[in-house]
């Protein structure tokens, strides 16, 4: 028996949840433990589980393999080498050269050689531990420097030029050279890499933690020799993904579809923590260079710099990030003579691959450090330096891009004002004065971040809307879920498009039978573009019942409104329910698909001009810390951050995105250190090697804080992408860290202190200071 809809009361709240703070749609799961990711579906009876032989080598070749102690070894119900494989054994995301198994060469410690398929994970475990690998050893190359000495890369050298910096150099009044390691971070997922593969009758149904199911559907189909459509790729959730989920998860998910079709049984393929660390991408490390020249009164003039990503032994999506971390090397300063230069690095380590930010932060933290050394050689307060040099509407960026938005002035001013900035600058220098080993440090840090793939063609996005005879609605899209709230922010676009309560509106889980040739969901754009795709979805069917409802209710369409859970047409009050009933029983279509292309951007690879960039979110943060210098230790103490999302869909989410990455931004500039021996091999390879921030290093005084001015350009009801631009924020912290050592020598120059900034950093930044 259908549920009866009570009369229209018209002093009753509106029903829109646009802009409303309500919770992530699984939040409740969550906490319960009820929510259900790939590893906690059922096991089937003929379950089987994967395990890989890995390399020991940085870089050899492979003379042979003796297996037949693995194919005996308990549980072993099949094991796979490269020429196993029926179709292509190359499972790049966009450049050949990433390999399922490892043929007669490899490229890193820990490349898989061949799988196994057991009874268990740990019969399979043991079993890979049986093989003898025979190798002939080749010299390794392992440090970005050695790379760029040996002009060793893997794709083409790009620049972007902007007036002529040369000549401005020359006639610069100041000059500043320098160069920074920036360090890579581990993702450190809640979730580890996980799929789960099941046979069916034409092919696989493949269940994976990805953030690209169409990339894993293609992948496996071109793996087993199959088309598109004898393989479906779902994804529910995932329990984070940061960019590791985007190109990584695809090797499991083949290697499970592999044994599945072989076996004709349901494979798991589940990496523990370790092996995950081992034989996935990291953040990329960079090594960059630059010679800036400035005024007296700190105002820029010119920029050479270079970009170097250390991408590892192959592509994966080398070629963006980089492209990303050049094209963000300005950050929120206009450069009126710039040239940057990116250099993709090819290393004997595991390939690195996207992180939230792609290559900005590694861009943005060097520009960041030549702007505070700018102020100590001018004597300014650093905050000057930067406002000075901040981009006006009509600047153009270095890749030709003209900033159109007056965003960065206004917030900047903001927050100094909101933060108390001047009385906190000059409390700091006070309690420096006194001398002695603790110090405070103090630093505001603005962020401009381009919203859009840097690959045009990913700027597109699907959406598959239905409402029932009940008047509930469900809603698939290509984007997803991770734990980012996209689903209920999606939901949130549908129920206000339909003019329903969020209660209506089902968000279904990511298929690739449901919304074909998804892009991943990156870049920041996964509300944007699915948002976009799902009310383009919605009005196609609106159109239809506002038509139906002015025909049968013999009024004109312009009195037909949906809103409130109810349908207005003329003097007629319908609710919802009861119009879609009857909109059903007269043959009106009730389901749509939608599709949005994001508009005005292209981009010139070659000559590194364009408009990549759809728009910017931009943002600002005030850190200060306490460093002891005796030893390196420190706190940060305080955290203010304003930060622009346009006209937030979501405030709650949002503010949630914004300390997420801040805190995840922290940690990668803090304490999470990757490291590598000279073999090669990562000697960080767990959370006992590998320190990611914890509840104790959140600051007490954490304020975040929205900036309210809609998004001037035409997103999903003028919001503003989230979820990387926050990363960007606590380069603040960093900075604060480099302020408080250069109190040590007068703040006459800042230390070196090259990210991450681990105790033991910091403290040679403060003997470095000390030494003056």
Known sequence: MRKLTPAYNPNAPAVDPVGKSLPQDSAARHVAGSAVYVDDMPAYPDQLHVAVGVSSHAHARVLGMALDAVRAAPGVVDVVVQADIPGSADISPVFDGDLLLAGDTVHYVGQPLFAVAATSLEAAQRAVQLAQVDYEPLVPRLEVTESLAAEDFLLPTRRSRLGDPEAALAAAAMTLSGEMAVGGQEHFYLEGQVALAVPDEVGVQIYSSSQHPAEVQKLAAEVLDLPLHAVTVQVRRMGGGFGGKESQPAALACLAALFARRTGRSVRYRMPRWADMVQTGKRHPFWNRYTVGFDESGVIQALVMDVAGNCGCTADLSD????????????????????????????????????????????????????????????????????????????????????????????????????????????????????????????????????????????????????????????????????????????????????????????????????????????????????????????????????????????????????????????????????????????????????????????????????????????????????????????????????????????????????????????????????????????????????????????????VRLFQRPNAEDTVYHSKAVGEPPLMLPISVWCALRDACASLCDYRFNPRMDPPATPERVYWAAREALRG
């Open 320 to 703: 963006g990030i980089v492209d990303r971390a050049a094209n963000h090397a300005d950050n929120a300063y206009f450069l009126k003579n710039a040239a940057v230069t990116g250099y993709r690095c090819r290393t004997n380590m595991v390939s690195h691959t996207a992180f939230r930010g792609f290559g900005a932060p590694q861009g943005i933290v060097t520009t960041e450090a030549f702007m505070d050394d700018i102020a100590r050689r001018v004597g300014m307060d650093p905050l000057d330096v930067r406002k000075a040099n901040l981009y006006r509407p009509g600047d153009s960026t270095p890749y030709g891009q003209e900033i159109e938005e007056s965003v960065l002035v206004d917030l900047v001013a903001e927050l100094e004002h909101s933060c108390d900035y001047r009385a906190r600058r000059a409390a700091v220098a006070a309690f420096n004065a006194q001398g002695g080993t603790l110090r405070r440090g103090l630093s505001l840090v603005p962020v401009k971040f381009g919203i859009s793939f840097t690959t045009t063609h990913l700027n597109q996005a699907g959406a598959l809307v239905h409402i029932y005879t009940d008047g509930s609605v469900h809603v698939s899209h290509g984007g997803t879920e991770m734990g980012q709230g996209l689903y209920i922010k999606v939901a949130q676009v549908v129920a206000r498009a339909l003019g329903v309560s969020i209660e209506r509106v089902m968000p279904g889980a990511t298929c690739t039978d449901k919304v074909p040739n998804a892009s991943p969901t990156a870049a920041s754009a996964g509300t944007d573009m699915n948002g976009m795709a799902a009310l383009d979805a919605c009005n196609r069917i609106r159109k239809r019942l506002v038509s139906f409802a002015a025909q049968h209710f013999g009024c004109d369409e312009g009195a037909v409104e949906l809103r409130d859970d109810h349908v207005f047409a003329g003097e007629q009050v319908v609710p919802f329910p009861d119009f879609i009933s009857l909109a059903y029983l007269n043959r009106v279509s009730l389901s749509s698909t939608g599709f949005y292309r994001t508009p005005k951007i292209h981009f010139n690879r070659e000559t590194g001009q364009g408009r990549p960039f759809f728009y910017f979110a931009n943002g600002a943060a005030c850190s200060e810390v306490v460093v002891d210098t005796s030893t390196g230790e420190y706190r940060v103490t305080r955290v203010d951050v304003l930060h622009d999302v346009g006209a937030s869909l979501n405030p709650a989410i949002d503010i949630g995105q914004i300390e997420g990455g801040f805190v995840q931004g922290m940690g990668w500039l803090t304490t999470e250190e990757l490291s590598w021996n000279d073999d090669g091999v990562i000697t960080s390879n767990s959370p006992a090697n590998y320190k990611i921030p914890t509840a104790a290093d959140v600051p007490e005084h954490f304020d």
